[in-house]
């Protein structure tokens, strides 16, 4: 299952509302993660099951959708949220993650 | 807390051999699915292999399938990634991932990683 993601790269500011898309090859329910990486550091768990927010993550972010689009919004973008998100499905092997988004300045 | 620690990256020729490691500690090691990710300088991430908790299941990239296996030590609540053959492709840093379950999913706990680079 291939993964898209868009835009590839993103700049905004503190407090913008910010929409990332990702797209699967072929349906996968709601099997989407997302997570977050910050340079130099390992990803960081954001978003499960499509919808699902993980613990400790702040309400700001949400992920919705299913079947093959899917999108993670960012309410109020903050200073600490400038980042690359990944995508990954987990309907079946091989796992699959897109190929990244980066949010700038 | 869960603490995922990787070793045995190093330089290595085309062709040569390596064995990572992954020590867990902070969770109950034998009743979750892991996982190693890759990712090579400036690039994004890459899924390479999988494996059940109790070992029976074992999956991997088409990139690595032949040349990569992945097994556990559950007595030192270890993972491991023996890597032969190696490529220059295969270049990147290597994460080892803890599943939130059982039976392999996603990862909601990372290392840090180790930097495996294949060069002469």
């Known amino acids: 299952i291939q993964m898209t993601q868009s835009p590839s790269t993103l700049s905004a500011s503190v407090g913008d509302r910010v929409t990332i898309t990702c797209r699967a090859s072929k349906s996968i329910s709601s099997w989407l993660a997302w997570y977050q990486q910050k340079p130099g550091k390992a990803p960081n768990l954001l978003i499960y099951?499509?919808?699902s927010l993980q613990s400790g993550v702040p309400s700001r972010f949400t992920g919705s959708g299913s079947g093959t689009e899917f999108t993670l919004t960012i309410s109020s973008l903050q200073p600490d949220d400038f980042a690359t998100y990944y995508c990954?499905?987990?309907?079946?092997?091989?796992?699959?993650f897109g190929p990244g988004t980066k949010v700038d300045i | 807390e869960v603490q995922l620690v990787e070793s045995g990256g190093v330089v290595v020729q085309p062709g040569g051999s390596l064995r990572l490691s992954c020590a867990a500690s902070g969770f109950n090691f034998v009743d979750y699915a892991m996982h190693w990710v890759r990712q090579p300088p400036g690039k994004g991430l890459e899924w390479v292999s999988s494996l059940s908790w109790d070992g029976d299941n074992t999956y991997y990239a088409d990139s690595v399938k032949g040349r990569f296996t992945i097994s556990r030590d559950d007595r030192k609540s270890s993972l491991y990634l023996q890597m032969n053959g190696l490529r220059p492709e295969d270049t990147a840093l290597y994460y080892c991932g803890k599943d939130v379950g059982v039976a392999g999913t996603y990862i909601d706990s990372w290392g840090q990683g180790t930097l495996v680079t294949v060069s002469s």
């Open positions: 099951k499509a919808s």
């Open positions: 990954q499905q987990y309907s079946g092997y091989p796992f699959t």
